[in-house]
């Protein structure tokens, strides 16, 4: 196995807005790691959201890049709430080979009663509803939709359930967000979202030592497990419980510094980083075709002033038409 200084030498560090893919051979354990600055500053700073909804909407998105970055194929890849909380909508996607967008939608009046009262957890601001993991192959593939409720866990806990319960696939997820100060090119203090992520799965070569300890059964269960947990899984684990959530957004530790603290001892193996970026998939030939299925009555109501005019939820860029340009074959 490749000493790690000698890949970073080689390789050079990976930095913002960048996945690195990374393998523990030692304790059969894959994952990729990554840093956001830029990209979803840009993501958060462009709708202004409130704090608790940019610190959610960053996790979703982290989440999105770490999972979409590992589809081997040309697509889409989609995680998607919904709730009946004051942050009733988080939606991020990633589309092949490197484009990554997120969306929050939110009761602004509710939002702040829930601050006020002190009930801002993310939990609380989500309230209950459906966590949904869409992947889309195109026209000519099913989708693939996963689905788990949301029931009062945070984000991490939530996606490690889909994983275990979906996929049957060990896995460890952390997931960190935060707002720094700094100064512009202009020495004037400035805000800026960073957030980072870690997604650790257990793949062995015997797929029976990926079995994990079976679900409570309800009533009348003893509580007694079928079998042990794989020890390397378990080792594995408790290193990824260890993170500190400042090392993951800490623009000084990078992606290659955290693994190199986590796994040191058994070995980790680094490849080479995947860029992502703020691309949105929006058009105006797409929009424009949405628009086409209006009924003339529609397309009546949606007029002003002798426009049509659409803003994509995603980039907020507006798209304007005429009414004549949404009848015309």
């Known amino acids: 196995m490749q000493d790690l200084e000698k890949q970073l030498g080689e390789l050079g560090f990976a930095g913002d807005d960048m996945v690195v893919p990374f393998q523990v051979d030692a304790l059969d354990v894959r994952g990729r790691t990554v840093q956001l600055g830029p990209l979803l500053d840009a993501i958060l700073t462009r709708h202004e959201y409130p704090e608790p909804v940019a610190r959610l909407l960053a996790e979703v998105v982290v989440l999105t890049a770490l999972i979409g970055t590992s589809l081997k194929f040309e697509g889409k890849f989609t995680v998607q709430t919904k709730s009946d909380g004051p942050v009733d909508l988080?939606?991020?996607?990633?589309?092949?080979?490197?484009?990554?967008?997120?969306?929050?939608?939110?009761?602004?009046e509710a939002l702040?009663?829930?601050?006020?009262?002190?009930?801002?957890?993310?939990?609380?601001?989500?309230?209950?509803?459906?966590?949904?993991?869409?992947?889309?192959?195109?026209?000519?593939?099913?989708?693939?939709?996963?689905?788990?409720?949301?029931?009062?866990?945070?984000?991490?806990?939530?996606?490690?359930?889909?994983?275990?319960?979906?996929?049957?696939?060990?896995?460890?997820?952390?997931?960190?967000?935060?707002?720094?100060?700094?100064?512009?090119?202009?020495?004037?203090?400035?805000?800026?979202?960073?957030?980072?992520?870690?997604?650790?799965?257990?793949?062995?070569?015997?797929?029976?030592?990926?079995?994990?300890?079976?679900?409570?059964?309800?009533?009348?269960?003893?509580?007694?497990?079928?079998?042990?947990?794989?020890?390397?899984?378990?080792?594995?684990?408790?290193?990824?419980?260890?993170?500190?959530?400042?090392?993951?957004?800490?623009?000084?530790?990078?992606?290659?510094?955290?693994?190199?603290?986590?796994?040191?001892?058994?070995?980790?193996?680094?490849?080479?980083?995947?860029?992502?970026y703020d691309r949105c998939s929006c058009s105006r030939e797409r929009i424009l075709g949405v628009l086409k299925g209006f009924t003339a009555e529609e397309i009546d109501d949606s007029t002003e002033d002798g426009k049509i005019t659409v803003t994509c939820e995603f980039c907020s860029t507006p798209y304007v038409y005429t009414p004549q340009d949404v009848r015309d074959d």
Not at 210 to 231: E, I, K, T, V
């Open 112 to 276: 702040r009663a829930a601050v006020t009262a002190g009930m801002a957890a993310p939990e609380q601001l989500l309230g209950s509803g459906v966590l949904a993991f869409t992947i889309d192959q195109g026209s000519y593939m099913q989708p693939y939709q996963g689905i788990v409720q949301l029931d009062g866990s945070s984000l991490e806990d939530i996606a490690m359930g889909y994983f275990r319960q979906s996929e049957q696939i060990p896995t460890a997820v952390r997931l960190g967000v935060a707002k720094l100060l700094d100064r512009d090119e202009d020495g004037q203090p400035r805000e800026r979202w960073r957030a980072g992520g870690l997604v650790a799965q257990f793949l062995p070569e015997e797929p029976d030592r990926m079995r994990q300890p079976d679900l409570h059964g309800g009533d009348g269960d003893d509580g007694q497990l079928s079998h042990a947990p794989d020890d390397a899984w378990t080792e594995a684990q408790a290193l990824v419980e260890t993170i500190d959530l400042d090392e993951m957004t800490d623009p000084e530790v990078g992606a290659e510094r955290l693994l190199y603290r986590l796994f040191h001892e058994r070995g980790v193996t680094v490849y080479p980083a995947q860029e992502v």
């Open 90 to 108: 988080l939606v991020a996607d990633f589309s092949t080979p490197d484009a990554l967008r997120g969306y929050a939608r939110f009761n602004d």
